[in-house]
């Protein structure tokens, strides 16, 4: 079986502190636990991808709201550490989680993932996930799941905890076509320190720049709708991540250009040709594949 849904009833089942475990797998990267999967009589074995569908306690609405993979095989309730239930259990490695009331509404769900029966799904423990379905699945999940980070950047040597760094990305800066209008407008060098990375790098830099969403995320409405060129900035890896190093809220592009100035790296300059044309080529981008 390549997926299953579980269903998490807060009513029955709340032995979790579960912004603890959110935070844990923001930190951490993931987060094992067990789950009872007989009630389903649903075969759960290792690699199995599983989908977390909260079903909804003291008025929050139901939702998809977690991802993992399970570890083991079924084990008897007895045959673990920490009994809870006589059903059988697998251990599962949770590697993303909304936090609560941020969940994936059912609505939702049944628009964009149809070949699953999201009726029922709220009404059993465990649930398999039709193979046509799971493309669709990943893909909402995508779009409206947590934001994805950047691999870590570590120092060589020896790892203390503040040589590692990571740029959270939402979902609007991963949206290609939003990028493309984006950089189509903007061009591609960066809009804070004005770095090209065609310009510096040649072929292999033309079009690479990252998009900055200038609004935090969390700042949204569920009706929101993106504007490519208002909403979104080019932005160089360093600037990036310096609009959001050690601020709640992100540094405006002014704000970073002021810092920069400051720090005397911001100096005037000719503008080469191969930076123009550099430019010319993000204006064709918006006409590309």
């Known amino acids: 079986m390549a997926a299953v849904m579980l269903g998490w009833n807060a009513e029955r089942w709340n032995r979790w502190n579960y912004r603890a475990v959110v935070e844990q797998v923001l930190t951490a990267g993931r987060f094992l636990d067990r789950w009872e999967v007989s009630e389903g009589g649903t075969s759960v074995p290792p690699g199995t991808e599983a989908w977390l569908l909260f079903q909804g306690s003291s008025g929050a609405a139901s939702g998809l709201i977690g991802h993992g993979v399970t570890v083991s095989e079924p084990l008897a309730a007895g045959q673990l550490q920490r009994d809870e239930g006589s059903g059988l259990h697998v251990g599962i490695v949770f590697d993303a989680l909304l936090p609560l009331g941020e969940q994936i509404p059912s609505d939702a769900l049944s628009a964009a993932v149809p070949g699953i029966p999201w009726d029922s799904a709220l009404h059993v423990p465990v649930l398999s996930v039709p193979p046509s379905a799971e493309r669709a699945l990943r893909r909402l999940w995508r779009e409206q799941g947590p934001p994805a980070i950047d691999p870590a950047e570590l120092v060589p040597g ?30 591609t060098a960066c809009a804070a320190c004005g770095f090209s990375f065609e310009a510096s790098y040649g072929e292999i830099g033309e079009g690479f720049i990252q998009v900055h969403h200038t609004v935090p995320a969390s700042m949204l409405g569920s009706g929101y709708e993106l504007d490519p060129v208002t909403d979104l900035v080019p932005l160089c890896p360093n600037c990036h991540a310096m609009v959001h190093l050690g601020v709640a809220a992100p540094r405006s592009v002014p704000e970073l250009r002021t810092i920069i100035s400051a720090a005397g790296h911001l100096p005037g300059e000719v503008v080469s040709e191969q930076a123009l044309e550099a430019q010319e080529n993000a204006r064709r981008i918006l006409e590309g594949p």
């Open 158 to 187: 020896t790892h203390p905890p503040d040589s590692v760094s990571s740029i959270e990305v939402n979902r609007y800066e991963r949206d290609p076509d939003a990028r493309r209008v984006c950089v189509a407008f903007h061009g």
